[in-house]
């Protein structure tokens, strides 16, 4: 027996559909997950697809990196929906395997040469290690080739008339997630500095003891350690600084966490001394710009920038650029600004996990991240402004649930309206088959 007649003689069999419709789930379910998690983080995405051009030594291609991160997500989602709910039975797993045998070697090459640390198959989701990454698509590139094989033994949920539809309603869902994503903030926050994150943790030491005196932080062989400023040791052994809080302030001792990594927040000055403490401890209220490319921060946001910096010193809070570039930089930008809050040095991949935006504006209560936002969705700033309430206008939780809702119940109407009929003539025909079966029951029996 030929693989085609093998085919066709157990496509119809029970086991294979149940074992299609798994595998539609399965398949399609895994291009909806990752389509979404580089749909609603389009920056994160973005910086992801830049490190693979860079790799790749396609750099001056990064122009685009934006474009290709939006692009890919629609792509994987809508695919991923319409393998999903069997639309396009034939075309939909041709596109899938196109993709896969794109993506199973370039992980591969991920995988032996470890170019990019992480692939970015789900964003900041879950992070998989380049060889987990490659062992899961050599996965989904069987499931892609079973359905290439068996798909058409099922029909599909939605008629061919408005398959386009089912498309059409999952690419203004993935935009309008990307454009919440890039525009404002990311509708779900996988990074390690969500809103509510607690950046400086307060012990309940007695505020009034002692001096304000620093306790020093060293590690080695894998264990940290403490020390005042009179016994620091000696770098020479193998004693590596790690950070350092002050044991006795106004508000007790404070340590900078990081809550998704092993490293803590760190700020540096312009000779480059360690002021994280003293820049996020100095005042309770603080707003923080963030600066990921100052290059490319526009004079008319400089204006934006300064009217928040004024209304926030008019509500006695602290105002801090914190940036990547160098002092150089710096200096232009105040120059071309008039920026008159402080800017201080923080290392590129910590500032873009704080928030998104290029500027971002990050408010701290406390110590505490109350809100985030990009400085293009903050209200133009009118005092006197009340800055907790500043950019906490954009429920995310809410929008992503009004956005899934809308989505679902059109999904849902578009499928009564194209399939009701089928369900009025599957009733009717069952009626009437019933009607017949009586009739003939009912019928005199004649004797030959």
């Given amino acids: 027996m030929t693989i085609k007649a093998f085919i066709q003689a157990v496509k119809y069999e029970k086991w294979c559909q149940v074992l299609t419709l798994l595998m539609r789930l399965t398949v399609g379910g895994v291009f909806i997950f990752s389509g979404f998690t580089k749909g609603v983080d389009p920056w994160g995405t973005c910086y992801k697809i830049t490190d693979y051009l860079n790799a790749l030594g396609l750099g001056s291609w990064t122009g685009t990196a934006l474009f290709i991160a939006?692009?890919?997500?629609?792509?994987?989602?809508?695919?991923?929906v319409v393998i999903a709910v069997g639309a396009y039975r034939r075309s939909a797993p041709w596109v899938a395997l196109l993709m896969m045998l794109v993506m199973t070697p370039l992980t591969l090459w991920l995988a032996v040469t470890d170019a990019v640390p992480d692939c970015g198959c789900f964003g900041d989701a879950i992070h998989l290690s380049n060889w987990a990454t490659f062992g899961k698509n050599l996965l989904l590139l069987l499931g892609v080739i079973y359905l290439l094989l068996f798909n058409t033994s099922l029909r599909s949920i939605y008629g061919p008339a408005v398959q386009w539809v089912v498309g059409a309603l999952s690419f203004a869902l993935i935009m309008t997630v990307a454009y919440y994503g890039y525009f404002v903030q990311p509708l779900?926050?996988?990074?390690?500095?969500?809103?509510?994150?607690?950046?400086?943790?307060?012990?309940?030491?007695?505020?009034?003891a002692g001096e304000d005196d620093f306790t020093f932080i060293y590690s080695k062989d894998g264990e940290e350690h403490e020390f005042t400023i009179d016994s620091l040791p000696d770098e020479e052994d193998g004693w590596e600084y790690v950070t350092r809080y002050r044991s006795n302030r106004p508000h007790g001792k404070v340590i900078v966490q990081n809550p998704g990594s092993d490293r803590s927040l760190t700020i540096?000055?312009?000779?480059?001394?360690d002021v994280t403490i003293d820049v996020l401890s100095n005042n309770r209220r603080i707003v923080l710009l963030l600066f990921p490319d100052l290059s490319e921060v526009g004079i008319i946001s400089s204006y934006a920038l300064n009217e928040l910096n004024d209304a926030a010193l008019v509500a006695q809070a602290d105002v801090v650029g914190l940036t990547p570039a160098t002092a150089t930089e710096v200096d232009q930008w105040k120059d071309l600004s008039m920026a008159s809050y402080a800017i201080?040095?923080?290392?590129?991949?910590?500032?873009?996990?704080?928030?998104?935006?290029?500027?971002?504006?990050?408010?701290?209560?406390?110590?505490?991240?109350?809100?985030?936002?990009?400085?293009?969705?903050?209200?133009?700033?009118?005092?006197?402004v009340e800055l907790s309430d500043m950019g906490n206008n954009h429920d995310a939780d809410s929008v992503l649930t009004n956005l899934m809702l809308v989505y679902l119940a059109a999904m849902l109407g578009l499928f009564m309206l194209n399939r009701t009929h089928l369900l009025v003539r599957y009733f009717y025909y069952k009626r009437n088959k019933k009607g017949n079966k009586t009739a003939s029951n009912q019928q005199p029996k004649t004797e030959n």
């Fill in 70 to 80: 939006v692009s890919l997500a629609a792509l994987e989602f809508i695919l991923g």
């Fill in 268 to 273: 540096m000055d312009e000779d480059g001394e």
């Fill in 188 to 208: 779900i926050d996988y990074r390690p500095y969500p809103v509510g994150t607690q950046l400086i943790a307060a012990s309940a030491e007695d505020p009034a």
């Fill in 344 to 384: 201080y040095h923080m290392d590129d991949s910590e500032l873009k996990m704080v928030a998104r935006g290029n500027p971002a504006v990050v408010y701290l209560e406390d110590g505490t991240i109350k809100w985030k936002r990009t400085l293009s969705s903050l209200d133009d700033v009118e005092q006197p």
